[in-house]
């Protein structure tokens, strides 16, 4: 990107044009924050028309080489180069969901660089029309998106399949598209932006309906089948919280957010069937233990499908307590530790140390 020459002694305006072009080229190059230049470009923004404070005479030969008819102004620099090599970066460095990874290397970071071209399109397209800025930014606009309905798309797939979900990746991926919302909004692609926000909320909500109904399926067959499906969704329990911490935030806005109602609906009955979960394998290790010898990997598997399930019916609470069912399986899990404690065999005193820790993890007394 070529800078504007020096112009000592000239009048502030000026000097502030020349300011922002090297301000502007060290971001880009990775030489500098993005602090001085948006301030610059503030303070240039300021002014009124930007237009009239032209640079024609002192880049002798730019609007020849630019096909301009009579002007190298500080606009159209702004529109000829540093409009597209900010577009550019930000579309190189976006997130990605194709398996790619973006470059990595100099250059501000790609939520930086949006804010920067989110500022140069705005004092571009508020002096003139800038129709090549507005088609560029519409073309960003359509480019990122595209990526976002894509992945959607294959998601949905993979949502519709007979397997259970990957919560694990799945949840890997909507901090992804968290993370192109976040790019979406701070580069002033507000449309798009909602519209990945809408989508992003749409996959949690379905994967966590897809989940409960992996459990629901559990609690009403109760088959080998099931029960494995419901411990390979269970195993995610990261995955779950980002789930239920994702539509939880849209809940708490309420009438604020198109969708809120559904988002905690969703997050009510799957906090119904994870209570109801814990106390079935609660109570099969009650049976278990009162009956004979309880394997030992039996016994931390379902005591740790419990443990997961009574703290994330805790979050899906909102972290404050239970509702009627937790506080049932608060109830089994105690009664449970009694029982171990009184038992007289080889593993007694193990099987006790790992139910005592889940007291405990939950500050519950016995």
């Known amino acids: 990107m070529a800078l504007a020459p020096k112009m000592s002694g000239r009048p502030d305006c000026f000097r502030l044009q020349e300011s922002a072009f090297a301000l502007l080229a060290a971001c880009i190059a990775g030489k500098a924050g993005v602090a001085a230049a948006t301030t610059t470009l503030a303070q240039i923004a300021e002014q009124q028309p930007v237009e009239q404070l032209t640079l024609s005479g002192?880049?002798?030969g730019r609007s020849a080489a630019s096909g301009r008819d009579d002007r190298s102004s500080f606009l159209a620099i702004l529109e000829d180069e540093i409009e597209p090599t900010l577009r550019q970066f930000v579309l190189q460095r976006?997130?990605?969901f194709d398996g790619t990874v973006p470059p990595s290397g100099g250059g501000p970071n790609v939520i930086d660089a949006g804010q920067l071209y989110r500022q140069v399109?705005?004092?571009?397209?508020r002096q003139a029309s800038s129709p090549s800025v507005q088609a560029g930014r519409d073309e960003l606009g359509r480019t990122l998106l595209g990526r976002v309905t894509t992945f959607r798309d294959q998601i949905n797939a993979r949502l519709s399949g007979p397997d259970h979900p990957d919560i694990g990746e799945i949840a890997r991926l909507l901090v992804r598209l968290e993370a192109m919302r976040w790019v979406l909004d701070s580069s002033g692609l507000d449309k798009e932006g909602i519209a990945t926000a809408t989508i992003w909320r749409n996959i949690a909500r379905r994967s966590l309906r897809a989940t409960t109904e992996v459990i629901d399926r559990f609690l009403s067959i109760g088959d080998l089948e099931s029960r494995f499906g419901t411990a390979g969704v269970m195993v995610h329990q990261d995955g779950l919280i980002v789930l239920i911490e994702l539509l939880m935030d849209t809940a708490r806005l309420g009438e604020r957010t198109e969708g809120a109602a559904e988002d905690a609906q969703t997050v009510d009955r799957f906090r119904g069937r994870i209570a109801e979960l814990a106390q079935v394998m609660?109570?099969?290790?009650?049976r278990g233990v009162g009956g004979g010898?309880?394997?030992?990997?039996?016994?931390?598997?379902k005591l740790g499908q419990a443990d997961r399930a009574m703290?994330?019916?805790?979050l899906c609470t909102g972290g404050g307590g239970f509702g009627a069912e937790g506080h049932r399986g608060r109830a089994?899990?105690?009664?449970?530790?009694?029982?171990?404690?009184?038992k007289r065999d080889a593993r007694a005193t193990e099987l006790a140390g790992l139910t005592?820790?889940?007291?405990?993890?939950?500050g519950w007394q016995g």
């Open 58 to 60: 002192l880049m002798p």
């Open 94 to 96: 976006a997130p990605r």
């Open 121 to 125: 399109v705005e004092l571009c397209t």
């Open 282 to 286: 609660l109570t099969e290790l009650k």
């Open 293 to 301: 010898e309880v394997p030992l990997g039996e016994f931390r598997a």
């Open 311 to 314: 703290f994330l019916e805790r």
């Open 332 to 342: 089994m899990l105690l009664d449970l530790a009694q029982v171990v404690r009184l």
């Open 356 to 362: 005592d820790a889940v007291v405990r993890r939950f």
